[in-house]
């Protein structure tokens, strides 16, 4: 099987088999050293015959150009014979550039059928997005509650999926990565140094509930990774099965050519290689509730082989097998584009149905609301400076982690657009396939991170102001928290429900709660 990377070359190889075929249609062969072709019953090196009624037309074939890479040329009459034109052959002939303009018009009918095909996406640049997805987001928000794995990309862009394969690639976060810090927040929160309703309210949100939503953003990225993994899959058999598609019908031409009965045979299984990608997402992280079951991801598109055996014996029944080829290769990746393009959709509506619910059930966000201020209420109270000063140390740490992985979901946005850029007609949707709605969902799970991100920020001041307010109990401690509460109905300036625009930290860092300089201290 021939590399994608050989299609110009493929393509030159092609239009010189169907100028061949043509001919043959035509009733000419090739000279013995292939360099001419011959209409006639006088032999190839003969130029008179002892019966007046015999002849050769002789026309020039294409000839390799190093410096075009392609066959160039062919068409002229190089000879008519007998050489004294007795009358045996019109003189129409003479001086005729019709063979010239029927190459040109082979040719025109290649390009129009491959030209389309040229340029498509690079397995390679979108393995690179893949792996950026899982180690800038996937890994980076990953608690080690559950395990993510994949069979590695890179094996994956050089076509080697068909032959079992079972590379895997791993990424790992580091010692310090989300599972040490929200392991260090469960540690530290679990001694008795935290009591009265306040402290429990802050262990009931950002002790329970919070490791949930940051496993369940996890979770949702993979289901956004899955997709491009399965694009990955169709972009490679799709290449695949446009080169056997030209060198089938290169093939068959060679056949017409040599007076010999042709047959056009291609095998596609465009959906087959795609589908299963979207297992990527498994099942959410121990602890946490299965945010989408696999089920809701079903992709509604039949993998079945797509088989082509037709018998060709001139040249527009290789041009007519040919265009099926590619139209039912293009028909698959347009069925499986269009499956995950539905799968992110449905996926997305499952999602905004966190909207509005309360603590105890939301699974993607953390409802805004500020801890209550208890003194007077609680008898049994109890805060550590010490274990206050823990706590909201790694609740920064988490907030930063964030702050990352949503940056890197924006860069890894722009580089899917340019990977999976192609010609208009091929796939589904237009020139980016499945990008627009890949980032729709990027967008999404953006907003969910940044108002995350917020939350708990907004937390961690939060639980520093009310225990220096339940030690000072004044005035000014009161004003503070006064303060906190008004920028908690605020919110974080974000919707992630509506996709509507952000305005946030990286334009005005003392926006965000621990950038506020009044908080500082």
Known sequence: MSDYKDINSRISNLKLAAIDAKMADLQFHLKADHSVYCQGDLPDDASSGGDPYSYRLDVERPKWDDGAGDYVGGGA??????????????????????????????????????????GLPDPATISESIKGYMDGVVMKISTGKSEVSMQD????????????????????????????????????????????????????????????????????????????????????????????????????????????????????????????????????????????????????????????????????????SFDRALNEINSQLQKGEKGLWDALGSSMSEMRKDKDKPLETAEL??????????????????????????????????????????????????????????????GYTGTFGIANRYTEFQLFLYELMVDLEWQIEEGAVNLRLASADLYAQDEESQAKLDRLTEEANRGSGVNPWNGGSIEYAEKDPSKRPLGNPEYQS
Request: aromatic share 8%.
């Open 77 to 118: 009459i190089s000879g008519i014979f007998p050489a004294d034109s007795s009358g045996t052959l019109p003189d129409l002939y003479k001086n005729s550039d019709q063979y010239v303009k029927l190459f040109d018009q082979v040719r025109k009918d290649i390009d129009d059928r491959v030209n389309r095909w040229k």
């Open 153 to 320: 990309p890179d094996v994956l862009a050089a076509g080697q999926l068909a032959n079992g394969s079972s590379s895997t690639y791993k990424s790992s976060t580091g010692d310090e990565g989300m599972s040490y810090y929200i392991r260090e927040i469960e540690y530290n929160s679990s001694a008795d140094d935290l009591k009265g309703d306040t402290m429990r309210a802050f262990k009931s949100r950002f002790i329970n509930k919070m490791p949930v939503i940051v496993d369940n953003l996890c979770f949702a990225s993979r289901i956004n990774l899955s997709a491009l993994y399965a694009e990955l899959d169709f972009i490679v058999a799709t290449r695949t099965s446009v080169m056997d598609a030209i060198e089938q019908a290169a093939s068959a031409f060679v056949s017409i050519r040599d007076a010999k009965k042709g047959s056009f045979k291609t095998e596609l299984d465009i959906l087959s290689w795609g589908l299963d990608a979207l297992s990527i997402a498994g099942t959410a992280a121990s602890g946490g509730s299965v945010l989408i079951p696999l089920s809701k991801l079903a992709v509604s598109v039949t993998k079945t082989v797509t088989s082509q055996n037709d018998d060709v014996s001139k040249y527009e029944d290789v041009l007519s």
């Open 365 to 426: 966000h953390l409802p805004g609301y500020i801890l209550a201020d208890t003194k007077g209420t609680d008898m049994e109270v109890s805060v550590d400076s010490d274990v206050v000063e823990v706590l909201t140390g790694n609740m920064a740490h988490v907030a930063n982690i964030l702050e990352h992985a949503y940056g890197n979901l924006t860069s890894n946005s722009y580089g899917v657009h340019d990977a999976l850029k192609r010609k208009s007609t091929i």
